[in-house]
Structure formats: structure tokens, C-alpha cells
T-cell receptor, first 114, second 114 residues
Framework: AQSVTQLGSHVSVSEGALVLLRCNYS??????LFWYVQYPNQGLQLLLK??????LVKGINGFEAEFKKSETSFHLTKPSAHMSDAAEYFC????????????FGPGTSLSVIP | NAGVMQNPRHLVRRRGQEARLRCSPM?????VYWYRQLPEEGLKFMVY????????ESGMPKERFSAEFPKEGPSILRIQQVVRGDSAAYFC????????????FGEGSRLTVL
């Protein structure tokens, strides 16, 4: 079964600084990889999705993620953090046997310091 | 608003009572998923349903929990004889097409067991 790990349960960055949130998946290449964002007291919203068409995936709100098979990683980045980026970020994968069964990582809480 | 609708948003129950959580998927979506989010933890898959069928319930506790998605009406997650450990946020998600892994989430139902 697929699984994901996210290094760092809490990340703080200054406004305008680079955002880097780390995600590693289990050894077999999953069909799909995702990043979701959750704002306080809200549901999750899809940021971006990897489908093997391209290793660098661009998402909403200026975020992007790069798939690196050699490192089994799918880290999320944004060049310049905004205050509105403060939220919980979840990396997720879909199961090979059931693409619609999405497995989520534990999440990383991003704080943006003015 | 054509988003995923969950109700109630907040539910308080005493130990031993029953909790019923409802989810209406996005218009045109026939796949429904339930996830549980415990404090400081990520989302844990519980069950995947299509109309009148349970496709995957591998994440559902064997006792006290049940889910349905009838031909008419919302999907319902039912928890019988609740215990304090059931206190969590329960999220419903829906998808339109099987195999894409793209989920649209509701805002969640927060269950508190006293």
C-alpha cells in the first residue's frame, strides 16, 4: 500500500521568503501525487496534481512541485510567501489498485511571519 | 452553491449516543469518500461509496461505524454508541470520474463526544 511522509509538522517562513514543504512517497511510483491545502475550519482544496506527464507541476496560488523518482520525493515550493499562504498542507498519493483511494500524509502547518 | 455539502457542521453527543453525518456530493458526482481527521493528525481514509454500493471500506472500524449512499438522498456516515475517541472532524469528498484521484471536499462535520 502507498504511504507518504512529510518532513516537518510545522514550518515558519518570513513573508516574501521561499516556501519549501517536503514530501516523500513509498518506493513504488504511484499513479498520482497531490498537494492539498486546508485553511482553518475548511475542507481541503487541491493545489496541484502529478500525473507523469511532466515532472514539474504548476498549481494554483503560485505553488509548484517537482517529482523526483530517484529521491521518491514531491516537494512543494513557492518563491515568495504571502500571509494568505498560512494553512495546513497535505501531500497525498493514490493507490495503484484504486486510483480514487487517496492516502494523505500527516500534514505540514505553514506559518508566515510578517 | 454546487460544492460538497456536509451537515451538521458541529455535532455534540454524549457517550453511547448515535451520530449521523450527512454529505451531499457535488452535482454530477457519483463517488463519495469519507475521511476522519483527528487532532494534530492527517486525514485517514474510511470508506469509498458509489450510489447504492460500498466500494472500499478498508478504513472503517469494524464495529459501530457504517456508511451508505442511497439512490436518492445524501450519503450518511453513522456512528453508533459513540465514545470519546470518536471525537474528530469527518470530511466527505466527492469525485465525478473514476480513476482521476481528484477529490472535492466539504467543510467537514466536527463531532465532539462528551
Amino acid at each position: 500500500a502507498q504511504s507518504v511522509t512529510q518532513l516537518g509538522s510545522h514550518v515558519s517562513v518570513s513573508e516574501g521568503a521561499l516556501v519549501l514543504l517536503r514530501c516523500n512517497y513509498s518506493s513504488s511510483v504511484p499513479p498520482y501525487l497531490f498537494w492539498y491545502v486546508q485553511y482553518p475550519n475548511q475542507g481541503l482544496q487541491l493545489l496541484l496534481k502529478y500525473t507523469s506527464a511532466a515532472t514539474l507541476v504548476k498549481g494554483i496560488n503560485g505553488f509548484e512541485a517537482e517529482f523526483k523518482k530517484s529521491e521518491t520525493s514531491f516537494h512543494l515550493t513557492k518563491p515568495s510567501a504571502h500571509m494568505s499562504d498560512a494553512a495546513e498542507y497535505f501531500c497525498a498519493v493514490s493507490e495503484e489498485t484504486s486510483y480514487d483511494k487517496v492516502i494523505f500524509g500527516p500534514g505540514t502547518s505553514l506559518s508566515v511571519i510578517p | 452553491n454546487a460544492g460538497v455539502m456536509q451537515n451538521p457542521r458541529h455535532l455534540v453527543r454524549r457517550r453511547g449516543q448515535e451520530a449521523r453525518l450527512r454529505c451531499s456530493p457535488m452535482k454530477g458526482h457519483s463517488h463519495v469518500y469519507w475521511y476522519r481527521q483527528l487532532p494534530e493528525e492527517g486525514l485517514k481514509f474510511m470508506v469509498y461509496l458509489q450510489k447504492e454500493n460500498i466500494i472500499d471500506e478498508s478504513g472503517m472500524p469494524k464495529e459501530r461505524f457504517s456508511a451508505e449512499f442511497p439512490k436518492e438522498g445524501p450519503s450518511i456516515l453513522r456512528i453508533q454508541q459513540v465514545v470519546r475517541g470518536d471525537s474528530a472532524a469527518y470530511f466527505c469528498a466527492s469525485s465525478q470520474t473514476q480513476g482521476t484521484g481528484e477529490l472535492f471536499f466539504g467543510e467537514g462535520s466536527r463531532l465532539t463526544v462528551l
